[in-house]
């Protein structure tokens, strides 16, 4: 059975910084992609980050470029989300996805296994 665990969320103030994580068991997703999404109250679940490939290929939404950063120890069968200079409107519940295919995937049909999620709360 896989699961995927997030780590990392809390309350941090607003410029500061985070690192969520996310340990993968079950199966070993090494070049397939495995990407970041959130969802704020009443919003729906949006698209933050994924990495894909034996390269670590990474893509990024517009409203995070330059502040997050994903990455991931094979070895460790673990992704990260480094997030610097947070702002109130990235408040959400943070979610790690893992996929069967080793490409770019920006949708949530795209990737079949989802984690519990992660609290993070931005306050300003």
């Known amino acids: 059975q896989v699961q995927l665990a997030e780590s990392g969320g809390g309350l941090v103030q607003a410029g500061g910084s985070l690192r969520l994580s996310c340990a993968a068991s079950g199966r070993t997703f090494s070049s397939y992609a495995m990407g970041w999404f959130r969802q704020a109250p009443g919003k729906e679940r949006e698209f933050v980050a994924t990495?894909?490939?034996?390269?670590?290929?990474?893509y990024y939404a517009d409203s995070v470029k330059g502040r997050f950063t994903i990455s991931r120890d094979n070895a460790k069968n673990t992704v990260y989300l480094q997030m610097n200079s947070l702002k109130p409107e990235d408040t959400a519940v943070y979610y790690c996805?893992?996929?069967?295919?080793?490409?770019?995937?920006?949708?949530?049909?795209?990737?079949?296994?989802w984690g519990q999620g992660t609290q993070v709360t931005v306050s300003s």
């Open positions: 990495i894909w490939g034996s390269d670590g290929n990474t």
């Open positions: 996805a893992g996929s069967g295919i080793a490409r770019l995937s920006v949708v949530r049909d795209g990737y079949a296994y």
